[in-house]
């Protein structure tokens, strides 16, 4: 069950731990989605933004001291079938319990399953108007969401293992996001309500599926024409000397792979900002002001700046982690 802890990536002692989005795409996908929201629900956000983003990788940290928590964050669907679209596993959990029992489930992970329970919680807090539960969750649902569309989280071949392609996971979430993401367009327009969570996050794991052959197969293909001299090269990551895809052939494959990295992160914005709105709504829209001060009103081209500064704003933060 536990079983995708510990595809790390060591080299000169340091660890590099690569489970989903890299920490620094899952801060910056749970700050954007505030910006996606309505007013009635932007000024409560944006008011604890630090704590939403900071908070984006707990379920990664809980990994370590919760086996529960590891098959929360993807769904091996090529255990099922061969190729999209996924038409055989039931998206209701007690059909699938009932198809395949509950052991099986987890074996393969659970993530659409996951995010159908999460957002019904939420919609409990919204209720309660329980604000730091409606924190935790919302921070909570947005890395399952997130990670539900990175086609990696999809397959049984999780980190290339399979195809000798080893930290290709982290080489997709962490270092293409790190290296390029400052030239995505994050605007994705306003949240939209979500009439049926379970089929969303389904389609969330299929897109990922159907994609996750290009981040192989490209990958292999690069590998075969570039070769291993030009694809690593080291970083000086606090004290020590790491060894990291090369930017040469980072670069080649980014290329390659077209904005299938952009898309991911953009749809992952759009869809938490959509759950947690629409969590809101089906909670009979109650009124968060009493958890806020003052309204907050935003024109499309306040959205984009005030998107284009967080992201800034984050990156400086990433940076001053670094020389600590
Ligand atoms: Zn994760």
């Known amino acids: 069950m536990f079983k995708k802890v510990l595809f790390i990536w060591c ?21 954007l989605a505030v910006f996606t929201l309505p007013e009635d629900l932007l000024l409560f956000y944006k008011n604890n933004i630090e704590y939403l983003t900071e908070h984006a990788v707990d379920p990664d940290k809980r990994r370590y001291n919760d086996e ?15 190729c999209a679209p996924i038409d055989t596993v039931p998206k209701a959990w007690k059909d699938a319990v009932a198809k395949y029992s509950e052991d099986t489930l987890k074996a393969y992970g659970i993530v659409p399953w996951h995010i159908a329970l999460m957002k019904f919680k939420l919609t409990e807090a919204f209720k309660a108007k329980d604000k730091d539960l409606i924190l935790k969750l919302s921070a909570d ?34 270092r293409l996001p790190e290296l390029f993401s400052r030239n995505y367009d994050f605007f994705t327009g306003k949240a939209t309500y979500i009439n049926n969570i379970q089929l969303a996050a389904w389609a969330a794991s299929e897109g990922a599926f159907a994609a996750k052959d290009s981040v192989l197969l490209f990958e292999a293909e690069l590998n075969k024409k570039m070769g291993a001299d030009r694809k690593y090269t080291f970083e000086q990551k606090g004290q020590k000397q790491v060894k990291v895809y090369s930017f040469e052939y980072s670069l080649a494959y980014h290329n390659m792979l077209g904005n299938q990295v ?53 990156e400086q933060k990433q940076m001053k982690g670094r020389e600590e």
């Open 141 to 174: 649902i947005g890395h399952y969401i997130a990670d539900a569309h990175v086609p990696l989280h999809s397959t049984k071949n999780y980190n290339g293992q399979l195809t000798n392609q080893n930290g290709i996971h982290g080489f997709w979430e962490s």
């Open 11 to 31: 080299f000169t002692g340091l660890v590099i731990p690569a489970f989903s989005w890299g920490f620094f795409a899952h801060k910056m996908i749970n700050r």
């Open 68 to 82: 529960e928590e590891a098959c929360r964050h993807y769904v091996d669907l090529d255990h099922y079938e061969c």
């Open 262 to 314: 952009e898309r991911k992160m953009r749809e992952s914005i759009a869809a938490v900002g959509s759950i947690w709105f629409s969590a809101w709504v089906d909670a009979g829209q109650p009124d968060l002001n009493e958890l806020t001060e003052k309204p907050v009103k935003l024109s499309d081209e306040e959205r984009k700046k005030a998107i284009m500064e967080e992201r800034l704003l984050l």
